[in-house]
């Protein structure tokens, strides 16, 4: 069965310093792999995507993503965070077939301290 | 993405009773999807559409029905109100379109069981 980890349930950072958070996924058939992003009281934001080719991927808000296949890895990257990156952070995969369901991770809560 | 309008925005009820909430799509997408979202938890799928009259459950069904009679709504009834459902509530359709393959989200249900 398809699935998505995300190990950090919070990762506090101070403003300006980089941050990494982590998504894992397993699956046996491709997938298609998706950052969300969620402001408090608020929907969801798609930050970027997978679908193929380059697995370096750039998004809004000078976010990035690096799909890495072997380690069934889609970790989430800022070189510089802003006050304004606080928010929860949601990794999905689709595995396509006949339903594109949408599976998520449980959350990464990114809180930046001044 | 404008696609998605969700009804009511807000919502209170008694334990017991019966609540429908509507997601209305303007894109003429064939997939729908329900999720609860919940801390610690992520979305989890409820239910899902993938075509008229064609639906079925998602991981968290139980209490649960869905119906879908035209493209553009998919209704989510709880069939009993229960606390352990006071949750947001969001609609999702998905786009398969090569040049924007992805997901388009509602902004949410909150509903309060008491």
């Known amino acids: 069965a398809q699935s998505v980890t995300q190990l950090d349930s919070q990762v506090p950072v101070f403003e300006e310093a980089p941050v990494e958070l982590r998504c894992n996924y397993s699956s046996s058939v491709s997938v298609y792999l998706f950052w969300y992003v969620q402001y408090p009281n608020q929907g969801l934001q798609l930050l970027l995507k997978?679908?193929?080719?380059?697995?370096l991927v750039k998004g809004i808000n000078g976010f990035e993503a690096e799909f890495n296949k072997s380690q069934t890895s889609f970790h989430l990257r800022k070189p510089s965070v802003h006050i304004s990156d606080t928010a929860e952070y949601f990794c999905?995969?689709?595995?396509?077939?006949?339903?594109?369901?949408?599976?998520f991770g449980t959350g990464t809560l990114l809180a930046v301290q001044p | 993405d404008a696609g998605i309008t969700q009804s009511p925005r807000h919502k209170v009820t008694e334990t017991g009773t019966p609540v429908t909430l509507r997601c209305h799509q303007t894109?003429?997408?064939?997939?729908m999807y329900w999720y609860r979202q919940d801390p610690g938890h992520g979305l989890r799928l409820i239910h899902y559409?993938?075509?008229?009259?064609?639906?079925d459950k998602g991981e968290v069904s139980d209490g649960y029905s869905v119906s879908r009679s035209k493209t553009e709504d998919f209704l989510l009834t709880l069939e009993s109100a229960t606390s352990s459902q006071t949750s947001v509530y969001f609609c999702?359709?998905?786009?398969?379109?090569?040049?924007?393959?992805?997901?388009?989200f509602g902004s949410g249900t909150r509903l309060t069981v008491v």
């Open positions: 997978y679908l193929s080719g380059s697995t």
């Open positions: 999905a995969l689709n595995y396509g077939g006949a339903t594109n369901k949408l599976i």
């Open positions: 559409s993938y075509g008229v009259k064609d639906t």
């Open positions: 894109e003429n997408h064939r997939y």
């Open positions: 999702a359709s998905h786009r398969t379109t090569d040049s924007n393959y992805g997901y388009t």
